[in-house]
């Protein structure tokens, strides 16, 4: 039986599930896997604070010390979050030859491969499922069952409080203001939600699974990114008519050697598999080049999903302790980030238009001198001076559409609301 001494940092929602999964499954994990974990330490920031009476026995200090000077203590688990303590906390504990663990995506997507380096660097383990998605365990799948395939395209709803504020807008028919309170006392949104809802959270997991997948280093100004803020029920029901649902989807897609990176509202037809996906969970689709379309699917978030990640890796570790590699895959492509011409997608476009002759005329030649045909136009009952004018176009690039966008902002009468994309896999890219 070989044992580990386990020292965590935090006490949180994460580090409590993995507590009591860690108690829970301890003899389960010995006679599986050979392992008996020992819980030495734990550090919080704040010792006053109030735990649960099942947490009694535990050795709780403030002190990092306990933990990363204790030659005893084998593997490190930072579950604080935020960067600079725990990038210290982190580089700390691999120069002193353990094992590290961790879900901080935030860290990971700037940091990853740095901090890779020097795991490998001390001959080490550094690991971090619980990172990207929650309970669903897509890291390992990319780097165990679809290692062999080539990866053309990543589409993931990856933040649990966008995709529950979309999915109780839709259901309940209640405004985005009214979803968000929803979320936020259901304890899913925080009390400023920007990091979720402005699609921060997502970028930075898809910082991850683009470095891990495509081996291209990124930075957040790298990705298209927007926001839920401004979907309304019209847009709901418009969609709705059309055939399709709005999801926050972060997306990496590769098309002729170029890479494409986006985090925003995305019509993602009812019949893709990530049209059902509701409320807090979260869904990952990866497009292989010979395994085709494939769904991983779960609990993006809370006590034991994410936890249950963590555990994951601390069994993965074990079974590679003679020769501890980083979870990062360390390989560096040629892959080059995608140009205005290379950004290619049918959009959903709303306008407010005002209500008099020769408008929408206008409207139709600022496409047209782009070369860009409509899929779909629909035109409202006017409100006042004004009418909702919604069009939906064929596949076009950036570059032919910003033209079109800069004459509208110039142009009396013709104002964009909102833009968003249409899902659009690899092969529609190439035929487009």
Same mark, same amino acid.
């Given at each position: 039986?070989?044992?580990?001494r386990?020292?965590i940092?935090g006490?949180g929602?994460?580090?409590?599930?993995?507590i009591k999964i860690l108690?829970k499954?301890?003899?389960?994990?010995?006679?599986?896997?050979?392992?008996n974990?020992e819980l030495s330490?734990v550090?919080v920031h704040?010792?006053q604070?109030k735990?649960a009476?099942?947490?009694d026995?535990l050795?709780i200090s403030?002190?990092?010390a306990?933990?990363i000077?204790?030659?005893?203590i084998?593997?490190?688990?930072?579950l604080i979050g935020?960067k600079?303590?725990?990038?210290?906390i982190?580089?700390?504990s691999?120069?002193t030859?353990?094992?590290?663990i961790?879900?901080n995506k935030?860290?990971i997507a700037?940091?990853?491969r740095k901090?890779?380096?020097l795991?490998?660097?001390?001959?080490v383990g550094?690991f971090?499922?619980?990172a990207?998605a929650?309970?669903i365990?897509?890291?390992?799948?990319?780097?165990n069952?679809l290692?062999?395939d080539?990866i053309?395209?990543i589409n993931?709803?990856v933040?649990? $409080?966008s995709?529950?504020?979309l999915?109780?807008m839709?259901q309940?028919?209640?405004s985005?203001?009214?979803?968000?309170?929803?979320?936020?006392?259901?304890?899913f949104?925080?009390?400023?939600?920007?990091?979720?809802v402005?699609g921060?959270d997502?970028a930075y997991?898809?910082?991850?699974l683009?470095d891990f997948?495509?081996?291209?280093?990124i930075?957040?100004?790298d990705i298209q990114?927007g926001g839920?803020? $401004?979907?309304?029920q019209?847009?709901?029901?418009d969609?709705t008519d059309?055939?399709y649902?709005?999801k926050?989807?972060?997306?990496?897609?590769?098309?002729?050697n170029k890479?494409?990176l986006?985090?925003?509202?995305t019509?993602?037809?009812?019949?893709?598999?990530?049209?059902s996906?509701?409320n807090?969970n979260n869904?990952?689709?990866?497009?292989?080049r010979?395994?085709?379309g494939l769904?991983?699917?779960g609990?993006g978030?809370?006590e034991?999903p994410?936890?249950?990640?963590v555990?994951?890796?601390l069994?993965?570790? $074990?079974?590679?302790?003679?020769?501890?590699?980083?979870f990062?895959?360390n390989f560096?492509?040629?892959l080059t980030?995608?140009?205005?011409?290379d950004?290619?997608a049918s959009?959903?476009?709303?306008?407010n238009v005002?209500?008099r002759?020769?408008?929408?005329?206008?409207?139709?030649?600022?496409?047209l001198?782009s070369?860009?045909n409509?899929?779909?136009?629909?035109?409202?009952?006017?409100?006042?001076d004004n009418t909702?004018?919604?069009?939906? $176009?064929y596949?076009a690039?950036d570059a032919?559409l910003?033209p079109v966008?800069t004459?509208i902002?110039k142009?009396?009468?013709v104002?964009?609301?909102?833009?968003?994309k249409?899902?659009?896999?690899?092969k529609?890219v190439?035929?487009?």
């Amino acid at each position: 039986m070989k044992n580990y001494r386990i020292g965590i940092f935090g006490l949180g929602t994460v580090a409590s599930g993995l507590i009591k999964i860690l108690k829970k499954e301890k003899i389960n994990y010995q006679n599986r896997f050979n392992v008996n974990f020992e819980l030495s330490q734990v550090v919080v920031h704040d010792l006053q604070k109030k735990r649960a009476p099942e947490f009694d026995g535990l050795n709780i200090s403030d002190d990092p010390a306990k933990i990363i000077e204790d030659p005893a203590i084998d593997i490190v688990i930072e579950l604080i979050g935020g960067k600079t303590v725990a990038k210290n906390i982190i580089e700390e504990s691999l120069q002193t030859g353990k094992h590290v663990i961790t879900a901080n995506k935030d860290l990971i997507a700037s940091e990853g491969r740095k901090l890779s380096r020097l795991a490998k660097e001390k001959h080490v383990g550094l690991f971090y499922e619980a990172a990207v998605a929650g309970g669903i365990p897509i890291l390992r799948s990319l780097s165990n069952s679809l290692a062999s395939d080539e990866i053309e395209q990543i589409n993931g709803i990856v933040n649990g $409080t966008s995709n529950f504020i979309l999915s109780q807008m839709r259901q309940n028919k209640i405004s985005y203001a009214a979803a968000l309170k929803t979320a936020q006392e259901k304890g899913f949104a925080e009390a400023d939600p920007s990091n979720d809802v402005d699609g921060i959270d997502a970028a930075y997991k898809l910082q991850i699974l683009a470095d891990f997948t495509f081996g291209k280093q990124i930075n957040q100004r790298d990705i298209q990114m927007g926001g839920i803020r $401004t979907i309304t029920q019209a847009d709901l029901q418009d969609v709705t008519d059309l055939g399709y649902e709005i999801k926050l989807l972060a997306s990496a897609t590769v098309i002729s050697n170029k890479l494409e990176l986006s985090v925003a509202p995305t019509l993602v037809p009812k019949g893709h598999p990530l049209a059902s996906v509701q409320n807090e969970n979260n869904a990952v689709f990866v497009n292989g080049r010979y395994s085709g379309g494939l769904m991983f699917y779960g609990p993006g978030a809370g006590e034991f999903p994410t936890a249950n990640s963590v555990a994951a890796d601390l069994i993965e570790l $074990t079974k590679k302790i003679d020769q501890p590699e980083s979870f990062n895959t360390n390989f560096s492509s040629d892959l080059t980030l995608a140009k205005p011409k290379d950004r290619i997608a049918s959009r959903y476009i709303v306008f407010n238009v005002a209500n008099r002759p020769g408008v929408m005329h206008k409207l139709s030649a600022f496409f047209l001198m782009s070369d860009i045909n409509f899929r779909n136009i629909r035109q409202y009952d006017p409100v006042g001076d004004n009418t909702r004018v919604v069009i939906i $176009t064929y596949p076009a690039s950036d570059a032919q559409l910003n033209p079109v966008k800069t004459t509208i902002r110039k142009a009396r009468g013709v104002e964009i609301i909102h833009e968003f994309k249409l899902l659009i896999e690899p092969k529609e890219v190439t035929n487009a």
